[in-house]
T-cell receptor
Framework: DARVTQTPRHKVTEMGQEVTMRCQPI?????VFWYRQTMMQGLELLAYFRNRAPLDDSGMPKDRFSAEMPDATLATLKIQPSEPRDSAVYFCASGLVHGASGNTIYFGEGSWLTVV | AQSVAQPEDQVNVAEGNPLTVKCTYSVSGNPYLFWYVQYPNRGLQFLLKYITGDNLVKGSYGFEAEFNKSQTSFHLKKPSALVSDSALYFCAVRDGSAGRRALTFGSGTRLQVQP
C-alpha cells in the first residue's frame, strides 16, 4: 500500500534548536508539497517541488525555514532556529501532477512539532 | 487567485440522518475541487474530486458531492450518517487553468454525528 512517509512523527524541542523534518513521497510521484496546520491559520502551503525543483516557497518564512529535495525519494523541511510559534503539524503530500492535470495529492501522517 | 470557503465550523447530525457539509469556491479558470477528511491525530485522506464531467461525484465511504457552477459550490453529502463519520472535513480547490498552482484548502468543518 503506497503511502507518504514522514519522520519524526512527534518532536519536542527547545527554542533556538534546529529541527529537520523528512518526507518520503510515494514512488513515482513528481510533485511534493509541504503544508502547515495550526488551529489559528488552518492549512497553509509552505512550499512545493516538481521534479525536485522548487516551484513556490512564498508561504515559507525565509529567514528560518528552508526546504529541499536532495533526491526524488527525500524531501526535507528545516527550521533554524526554531521558535514557539513554529509549533504546528507539518504535512508532506505528494502527487503525480502534470501541468493542469487534476491528479490527487496524498498526505502523510504529519510531523507534530512542539517548540518550548 | 483561488480561494475556498467553508461557512460552518461545525455540523451536528443524528446517526442515520442525511448530512451536508458546505463549500464554496472562487477561481479565475476551471475549478478542480477536492474533499479530504481528517481523523484525530491523522493526516488528510482523499474522499473525492471533481475535475470535469458529471456534476455529481461519488467517493469513498458513501460520500458524494455536487458541483454547481452557477452557485460556485461543491457541497459534500451523505444519505445516512454514521457515528464513525465524525471527523474534520476539508474542501480544496485548484485553478485548472494555472499549471503551477497547489491546492488551497478551506478552514475545515467539524462533523459530529450523534448516536
Amino acid at each position: 500500500d503506497a503511502r507518504v512517509t514522514q519522520t519524526p512523527r512527534h518532536k519536542v524541542t527547545e527554542m533556538g534548536q534546529e529541527v529537520t523534518m523528512r518526507c518520503q513521497p510515494i514512488l513515482g510521484h513528481n510533485t511534493v508539497f509541504w503544508y502547515r496546520q495550526t488551529m489559528m491559520q488552518g492549512l497553509e502551503l509552505l512550499a512545493y517541488f516538481r521534479n525536485r525543483a522548487p516551484l513556490d516557497d512564498s508561504g515559507m518564512p525565509k529567514d528560518r525555514f528552508s526546504a529541499e529535495m536532495p533526491d526524488a525519494t527525500l524531501a526535507t523541511l528545516k527550521i533554524q532556529p526554531s521558535e514557539p510559534r513554529d509549533s504546528a503539524v507539518y504535512f508532506c503530500a505528494s502527487g503525480l501532477v502534470h501541468g493542469a492535470s487534476g491528479n490527487t495529492i496524498y498526505f502523510g501522517e504529519g510531523s507534530w512539532l512542539t517548540v518550548v | 487567485a483561488q480561494s475556498v470557503a467553508q461557512p460552518e465550523d461545525q455540523v451536528n447530525v443524528a446517526e442515520g440522518n442525511p448530512l451536508t457539509v458546505k463549500c464554496t469556491y472562487s477561481v479565475s479558470g476551471n475549478p478542480y475541487l477536492f474533499w479530504y477528511v481528517q481523523y484525530p491525530n491523522r493526516g488528510l485522506q482523499f474522499l473525492l474530486k471533481y475535475i470535469t464531467g458529471d456534476n455529481l461525484v461519488k467517493g469513498s465511504y458513501g460520500f458524494e458531492a455536487e458541483f454547481n457552477k452557477s452557485q460556485t459550490s461543491f457541497h459534500l453529502k451523505k444519505p445516512s450518517a454514521l457515528v464513525s463519520d465524525s471527523a474534520l472535513y476539508f474542501c480544496a480547490v485548484r485553478d485548472g487553468s494555472a499549471g503551477r498552482r497547489a491546492l488551497t484548502f478551506g478552514s475545515g468543518t467539524r462533523l459530529q454525528v450523534q448516536p
